[in-house]
Every structure is written in structure tokens, then in C-alpha cells.
T-cell receptor, first 114, second 111 residues
Framework: GAGVSQSPSNKVTEKGKDVELRCDPI?????LYWYRQSLGQGLEFLIY????????KSGLPSDRFSAERTGGSVSTLTIQRTQQEDSAVYLC????????????FGSGTRLTVV | DQQVKQNSPSLSVQEGRISILNCDYT??????FLWYKKYPAEGPTFLIS?????DKNEDGRFTVFLNKSAKHLSLHIVPSQPGDSAVYFC??????????FGSGTQLTVLP
């Protein structure tokens, strides 16, 4: 597609439920990143994919968070047993490998845990 | 430990005047710096970048300055326009080729 697509754009969930956030990167972009922005905070790195593998998962805040990428394209970020502190905007970006100035971000998924 | 810091959460300037946004970093291994702009309900978009081998990069109304000895960079917008009102994020990259972002500065340009 023309840009990075994220779905849903908004998600309200009850504490303790699982959620899945989807990212569809720009076609041909091999690198994919997940970030999140909590209220009043900067962009916090979560995980990086190169193709289907994740060489850097260091930003995932707990084992309730996981992510996968299939076919070198779509990625899913899963949060299990959501907590209120998980409320944030989750942003996905894609780029060609090594092209750090080429990050293209999606519009994000605003997650609210009530 | 924040490696990239934007100490001013907000800045207001008059239309036509200069906007100066500041950013400090702590990791001396960072060698590439970028500024992103973010409007509400949109993802951040790339604005301008600078390599550590330079101290200035200019693109139209936007200029980024890098002071490596002070580990400080700044973004100058001249002249500021109401459409420039947005959140500006400073970002840095090292050998890992991932971006570390600051917390952002909300710029408001008053007409």
C-alpha cells in the first residue's frame, strides 16, 4: 500500500482481556518497528523486526507483550491480560533495511484499558 | 535512563518569529540525529536530519544544528507559521540503526 496501515485505530478493552494490534507496512520494507507513546511521554521502543525475525525485543515491557511478523509483511502485537498502564498509542513504522531516515509511521492504535 | 531528552514540553511563538526547539543526548555513540513532526491522530513524519560529521543542515525554513561536544542539537524554524503547530520529536541513532526518541515538544505558533 501507499503507507503504513494500523488497525484498529481505537480500541477500548476491559482490564484483563487480551488485545491484538495489527500493522501492515509499506510493501517492500523489510524492517518494522513497534513503538508506544503513553500520555505525556515520548516514543518508547518496543520491538524491531528484520524480515520475520526479531533481533531486538528489548523494549517489550513484560512477558504479557508479544509480537510476530509473517511473510515479511504484516505484524501483530499482542498484549495479554491488559492492565491500565498499557493504555497508550501504539505506533508501527517500517523502513528499508538500514534506512533510519526512511521511517514511515502509521497513524497508530489508541488503546484504552478500563 | 533517558538517552534523548527534550526538556521543554511546550513552546509558544508568534507567527513570523523564530522557533527554537532543543534536544540533549547522553550517548556519545549516537551518530545520526533526526527531527520528526507529529500532528494529532497522525503518525510522526520525518522533517530533517543531520549526521554527526556535520554541525548544520538546512532545508528551507528548517535548520538543525549539532554541537557534539555539548551533546546538544536544536531545530530552528524561520519564519514560524501556524501550520507548524505540532509536537516535535528529536531522535538519535547509533550502530543499532534504531531510533531513540525524546519526549517531544508541543510547538504552538500564534497567528
Amino acid at each position: 500500500g501507499a503507507g503504513v496501515s494500523q488497525s484498529p485505530s481505537n480500541k477500548v478493552t476491559e482490564k484483563g482481556k487480551d488485545v491484538e494490534l495489527r500493522c501492515d507496512p509499506i510493501s517492500g520494507h523489510t524492517a518494522l518497528y513497534w513503538y508506544r507513546q503513553s500520555l505525556g511521554q515520548g516514543l518508547e521502543f518496543l520491538i524491531y523486526f528484520q524480515g520475520n525475525s526479531a533481533p531486538d525485543k528489548s523494549g517489550l515491557p513484560s512477558d504479557r507483550f508479544s509480537a510476530e511478523r509473517t511473510g515479511g509483511s504484516v505484524s501483530t502485537l499482542t498484549i495479554q491480560r491488559t492492565q491500565q498502564e498499557d493504555s497508550a498509542v501504539y505506533l508501527c513504522a517500517s523502513t528499508e533495511t538500514g534506512q533510519i531516515y526512511g521511517y514511515t509511521f502509521g497513524s497508530g492504535t489508541r488503546l484504552t484499558v478500563v | 535512563d533517558q538517552q534523548v531528552k527534550q526538556n521543554s514540553p511546550s513552546l509558544s511563538v508568534q507567527e513570523g518569529r523564530i522557533s527554537i526547539l532543543n534536544c540533549d543526548y547522553t550517548n556519545s555513540m549516537f551518530d545520526y540525529f533526526l527531527w520528526y513532526k507529529k500532528y494529532p491522530a497522525e503518525g510522526p513524519t520525518f522533517l530533517i536530519s543531520i549526521s554527526s560529521i556535520k554541525d548544520k543542515n538546512e532545508d528551507g525554513r528548517f535548520t538543525v544544528f549539532l554541537n557534539k561536544s555539548a551533546k546538544h542539537l536544536s531545530l530552528h524554524i524561520v519564519p514560524s507559521q501556524p501550520g507548524d503547530s505540532a509536537v516535535y520529536f528529536c531522535a538519535a541513532s547509533g550502530s543499532a540503526r534504531q531510533l531513540t526518541f525524546g519526549s517531544g515538544t508541543q510547538l504552538t505558533v500564534l497567528p
